[in-house]
T-cell receptor, first 114, second 113 residues
């Protein structure tokens, strides 16, 4: 099955700095890569996703890049704010129509220092 | 986005007993999934709940331990059977829309004592 590795496991950044989280996947058939943010005691929330036919996607302060050849993708958060503190999970899926069974990375705990 | 209601939100159960978790979606969805999140860990897929047929279980999960029902396109249940303390986790229902997003219910925090 798909194996997703995520690094680093913890990340502490100064407010206003950038944060980068990296993931690698094993199955070249994977074609959908979402990122989730989970605040303490809450459900995972989708923050951005990317498909294998796109190399980069941005949404305000968040961007995701994908390198299919190397089988890795990254989350970039710019101008970090205290409310960005949370656990972030990457995931991969060999999605077909309406079937998005996800394999998750281990998670990265991001702490933004004020 | 789909609105997913999951209940109970939390429970404390005695070992050897069973708990059934319900997941209700406000619209018809093709795919429903059940995930487990052990304390401080990532999410692991338990099974895909198939409407009108038996659930599809991932490696390491079996029907006798985690029976799943999916009577229609908006509802599913997961039962955690013959519980032990190792079953203490958060159990999450999720659904996928045709546009690829996967949404999660608020989760059921289970503690087995």
């Amino acid at each position: 099955g798909e194996n997703v590795e995520q690094h680093p496991s913890t990340l502490s950044v100064q407010e206003g700095d950038s944060a980068v989280i990296k993931c690698t996947y094993s199955d070249s058939a994977s074609n959908y890569f979402p990122w989730y943010k989970q605040e303490l005691g809450k459900r995972p929330q989708l923050i951005i996703d990317i498909r294998s036919n796109v190399g980069e996607k941005k949404d305000q302060r968040i961007a995701v890049t994908l390198n299919k050849t190397a089988k890795h993708f990254s989350l970039h958060i710019t101008e970090t704010q205290p409310e960005d503190s949370a656990v972030y999970f990457c995931a991969a899926s060999k999605s077909s129509y309406n079937d998005y069974k996800l394999s998750f990375g281990a998670g990265t705990t991001v702490t933004v220092r004020a | 986005s789909a609105v997913i209601s999951q209940k109970p939100s939390r429970d404390i159960c005695q070992r050897g007993t069973s708990l059934t978790i319900q997941c209700q979606v406000d619209s018809q969805v093709t795919m429903m999934f059940w995930y487990r999140q052990q304390p401080g860990q990532s999410l692991t897929l338990i099974a895909t709940a198939n409407q009108g047929s038996e659930a599809t279980y991932e490696s390491g999960f079996v029907i006798d331990k985690f029976p799943i029902s999916r009577p229609n396109l908006t509802f599913s249940t997961l039962t955690v059977s013959n519980m032990s303390p190792e079953d203490s986790s958060i159990y999450l229902c999720s659904v996928s829309s045709g546009t690829s997003f996967t949404f999660f219910g608020q989760g059921t925090r289970l503690t087995v004592v």
